[in-house]
């Protein structure tokens, strides 16, 4: 079973990149606020609404195919 991991792992690496593999590691504090607002009956607030646009904005920078494609549309 880890070995299908690790495989599914590599070939992810392989097509995606380093890069944008571990965009996926900045993913984890939304998901945990989701979940524990959806499971856990937490409140959602504000701040971290905002704070999960500023991770995507981040994302979006990082990986830059929303910026390019930007680009190139006003060209």
Do not use: C, Q
Not at 18 to 41: D, E, H, Q, Y
Not at 52 to 57: D, F, G, H, K, V
């Amino acid at each position: 079973m880890v070995l299908r991991h690790y495989v599914l792992y590599f070939k992810i690496l392989a097509s995606a990149g380093a890069t944008n593999l571990m965009l996926v590691t900045l993913l984890v504090p939304v998901s945990a606020i989701l979940f524990g607002s959806l499971f856990l009956n937490e409140s959602l607030e504000v701040i971290h609404l905002v704070g999960m646009a500023l991770i995507a904005l981040g994302l979006s920078a990082i990986d830059g195919r929303l910026w390019r494609h930007v680009t190139h549309a006003r060209a």
